[in-house]
């Protein structure tokens, strides 16, 4: 039982060692070499798109209950049956589907607010390496 807890504490903490945006945010940048601070920032930045497509995605799905509620008042009036139970079974499922989505999102891209923090420190470390190259 001891070690099922030692266990999970070690990769806990490799968990948190291997995540960079933690190190930068909690010991600056002058420890990473120039071409590292770059590609993170294309990481970033794709992690941002990431993240902005995901979101819309489900933004899109949830917004799409109006259209099956509509469909539902539509198909009821008329007296279509199936329309109505499809429709029905499509409102459930968006339902679903953009709360499952939220839920992912929020536990995917914890430290996605904290990205342009990082960013303004990778900036200003790459700034003050030009600055200092320019000196020799």
């Not at 968990?15 to 590609?39: S, V």
């Not at 429709?87 to 839920?103: D, E, Q, T, Y």
């Amino acid at each position: 039982m001891n070690d099922y807890f030692l266990k999970q504490q070690i990769e806990r903490i490799e968990r948190e060692a291997n995540n960079d945006y933690t190190l930068i945010q909690e010991f600056g940048a002058d420890c990473y070499p120039t071409f590292e601070l770059q590609q993170l920032l294309g990481d970033m930045d794709f992690e941002i798109q990431r993240y902005l497509y995901y979101k819309r995605t489900f933004l899109i799905l949830g917004a799409s209950t109006f259209l099956w509620i509509s469909f539902i008042f539509l198909f009821r009036n008329l007296n279509y049956t199936p329309g109505l139970y499809i429709s029905l079974v499509l409102l459930i499922v968006s339902i679903v589907s953009a709360f499952v989505g939220m839920i992912f999102i929020k536990n995917h891209f914890k430290h996605i607010n904290q990205l342009n923090l990082i960013e303004s420190i990778i900036k200003e470390e790459l700034a003050r390496r030009r600055k200092d190259a320019s000196i020799y």
